[in-house]
């Protein structure tokens, strides 16, 4: 499976909420038990469940609804932010301001909790700041005739 980036820069598909719902109640338990834990949420083990980021409304986890940069890639029809030909705007930096702080969390988690459930959140400025100057690359995809 390709991984699925989310609109601010987390990598939807290693989180464990998504498509949770179709890993089972003993899988969503494990992860509102950790999220718990480790973050302090309190949640209930049917609500773990996320299609990603950008997919409709109904398939995600309830806090992905709120979030304005997810809606402005939507309503734009861009894949993430990095399409956004924006450098910068309040909407993503809130939407990255949440993660920001998962590195230190994860810094004092048992390896196997942090690839669980830290992971997918670290990284997610540089990731997306690599796929904004990907998708800025004027370099083309076919080679000109100079080039040949």
Request: proline share 5%; aromatic share 6%; with cysteine.
């Amino acid at each position: 499976m390709k991984d699925m980036m989310s609109a601010c820069g987390v990598i939807c598909s290693e989180c464990p909420a998504y498509l949770a719902a179709a890993k089972g109640v003993a899988y969503q338990q494990r992860t509102v038990d950790a999220w718990r834990r480790i973050y302090g949420l309190s949640e209930i083990a049917e609500t773990i469940s996320c299609g990603g980021c950008l997919g409709p409304d109904e398939d995600l986890f309830h806090t992905s609804g709120r979030c304005l940069a997810r809606r402005c890639c939507r309503r734009h029809g861009f894949n993430s932010c990095a399409e956004c030909p924006k450098e910068s705007c309040q909407d993503l930096e809130r939407a990255q301001s949440v993660w920001d702080e998962v590195p230190h969390i994860g810094s004092a988690l048992s390896p196997a909790d942090f690839e669980a459930y830290a992971r997918a959140y670290c990284g997610h400025r540089s990731r997306l700041s690599a796929a904004r100057a990907s998708c800025r690359d004027p370099r083309p995809s076919v080679p000109t005739k100079n080039e040949e």
